[in-house]
């Protein structure tokens, strides 16, 4: 049993080394960028949610005038 968790301390020793050597590698966005597109995001997620709500509301008046 001691032998498999020194390897599994192993593997994870050198899975951390690998994550950190990626990170390194990553191109992080600047602080401008970030708003930006955060911006974005928010925006097309309200036109979205407003679109879908548009249609949910028209499709629920054809259903009540089909039910009556």
């Known amino acids: ?3 498999g968790s020194e390897s ?3 593997r994870s020793g050198k ?3 690998e994550v950190r050597s990626e990170l390194k590698k ?4 600047s602080k401008n960028e970030l708003v930006s597109s955060t911006i974005v ?5 309200a036109l979205i949610s407003g679109f ?3 249609v949910d509301s028209i499709l629920l008046n054809v259903l ?3 039910l009556r």
């Not at 990553?26 to 966005?29: L, M, N």
């Not at 995001?41 to 997620?45: A, P, T, Y």
């Open 26 to 29: 990553v191109t992080w966005p």
């Open 1 to 3: 049993m001691a032998a």
């Open 8 to 10: 599994f301390l192993k």
């Open 41 to 45: 995001v928010i925006i097309s997620v």
């Open 15 to 17: 899975f951390l080394k």
């Open 52 to 54: 879908i709500w548009i």
């Open 64 to 66: 009540k005038l089909i």
